[in-house]
Structure formats: C-alpha cells, structure tokens
C-alpha cells in the first residue's frame, strides 16, 4: 500500500504551545458517556481530567449501578445512570437519557469503559447525530473500534472529530485488525484522512490534510492501564474550552507527557499510575500558560 500524503512532523515542544498562545480555562460543558459494569474508573479518570483543564461544568453518563457511587467519587459532577445490556455493557437504549444532555454539551467524550462493540456501534449512531452542531467529539476505546468496522456513523460529526486510539485501536480503523502498527506517522495520517477526523496516536497528532506533529516527551510509563482514559478527558476539557481539535490534541498530548515526567522521581518509569497523572496536569498547564 502507498504511503499516505504527509508533511514532515513539527515536533510538539512547549515552545510551540507557548507560540501558539494559551488555551482558555473556564468556559465549557464536557459530557464523558462510558462506563460498562466491569469498567467504571474509565470515566471517572477522563471525567477529572477534563476538569483540570479548565473545563467549568463535568457530566458523566455511566451504567446505571455505578452512577451514585460515581457521584459520590467525583462530587463536582452531574452524574446520570444509563441502562444495560445483559453483559453489563451500557445499552444502546442508553439514547433516551443521553437525549436530554448530549444537545447542549459544549464536547462529549464517548467511550471510556465501553465494553461491546454491537452496543457501542448501535449507541454511536442514535447519539451522534444529536450532538450540536459546533461541538466536537472525542472517540476512545470501542467507540474507535466501532468506526473502524462501520466508518459512516462518525459522518454527522466529520470536522470537529478526534480520535485518540493506541495501536490495537489504529488497526481497526485502519480496517486492519490485529496487524501490527509499526509507523505511527503513516498510520496517523491515514486515519486522520479516513475518518475525517484529527488524530492523537502515541505522540503523534495528524489532520485531515495531512499535516503531523510529533512529542518525543512520552515515555514507557504512560502505556499504564487508565492512561488512555486520562488523554480522551484532556483533550475533551480543551475542546470545550474552545481550543480548535489539533490545538486541544497536542496540548493534551504534551500536558499528558508532561505528567508523567513529573512522576519519574518518585514513581519510577514503570511504577505511576494514570489517577496519579491528574494531579500533576493543572501544575503543567499553568507552567506552560506562564511561559
């Protein structure tokens, strides 16, 4: 297969981002949709993090079982229960409650602990189209492996989608499920060109039009269980925040990089875990913001 059309990476750098200009604090709505009996945590870690980016209000929509537990956990939250499927996977019936809230969030993040693919590609096509026009869209998870095998239920928000997959979740939309991803770059630009959609893929984020950024600031430790989960909720928090999605994915990707960082002294490269990220995101920010 030909490579795809690619510019040579910019490499993601504070610098950059200070260039750039800060993104805004305060101003949004993030809606985190996810949650499955066996996988609760998922929205609670995405749900915080959007929060530290600045994002003002937080509403998570999880399985119905966990939803006052979840409250409790996250208090600045709204928190609403979804119903199950009988594997314990949120049920694509999941849209007569999500109607009330998808409409007037300023981004959703749809995914995180989403355990079926039948139910997740059934939810995504009745939720989808009820997203507002202007709002962007973070897919993780199986929400991802959803488009990959149906493309088109991503089309009502092609524009101002972003999709933050590890590389399992790169070869379903790259319709090749269980081969291997050896080239990021290439891999994120076909996608990106595939789905419409801008792309955050270890370190490297990709548009539609084939331009590519690259952060070398990640390490080994950030491919621990939850932190996907923590990348899906901050670029949600800056979109929200009405950072455009290829401002709002390399941000995220930095200040997620930059976390982990933080926590090498005292955790070591492989000892952090993805809740112990959160606390550390706010003070990367506002260095970054300060300059």
């Not at 993090?49 to 998570?60: F, K, M, P, V």
């Not at 119905?64 to 409250?71: K, N």
């Not at 290439?186 to 419409?196: N, W």
């Not at 792309?199 to 990709?206: D, K, P």
Request: aromatic share 2%; net charge negative.
């Amino acid at each position: 297969m030909p490579k795809p059309n690619r510019s040579e990476p910019t490499p993601i750098t504070s610098a950059l981002l200070r260039e750039w200009g800060p993104p805004g604090t305060g101003n949004g709505t993030v809606l985190v949709v996810g949650g499955a009996r066996r996988a609760p945590g998922a929205v609670l870690l995405s749900g915080i993090a959007a929060l530290r980016t600045g994002a003002i209000t937080l509403q998570l929509a999880v399985a119905e079982r966990h939803a006052s537990g979840l409250g409790l956990a996250v208090p600045e939250a709204l928190v609403v229960g979804l119903p199950e499927a009988d594997n314990g996977a949120v049920s694509r019936d999941a849209v007569d409650v999500l109607a009330d809230l998808v409409p007037d969030a300023d981004a959703v993040v749809l995914g995180p602990g989403l355990t079926d693919a039948d139910e997740t590609g059934a939810l995504l096509e009745r939720v989808l189209p009820l997203v507002a026009d202007e709002a962007p869209v973070v897919l993780d998870a199986f929400a991802l492996g959803a488009i990959g095998t149906h493309p088109e239920l991503a089309k009502p928000v092609h524009g101002r989608l972003v999709l933050t997959p590890n590389t399992v979740e790169a070869a379903y939309l790259l319709g090749s499920p269980g081969t291997p991803v050896e080239d990021h770059v290439d891999a994120a630009v076909e996608i990106a060109e595939r789905h419409q959609a801008v792309v955050s893929l270890m370190g490297v984020v990709a548009d539609p039009g084939g331009r590519v950024w690259r952060d070398a600031t990640g390490h080994v430790g950030l491919a621990t269980s939850g932190s996907g989960d923590v990348l899906a909720g901050l670029v949600g928090g800056l979109l929200a925040c009405a950072v455009d999605p290829v401002r709002a994915a390399c941000w995220a990707g930095h200040a997620h990089a930059m976390a982990g960082q933080r926590l090498v002294p005292r955790t070591g490269l492989t000892g952090m875990l993805a809740r112990e990220l959160l606390d550390e995101v706010p003070l990367v920010l506002a260095e970054l913001r300060m300059g």
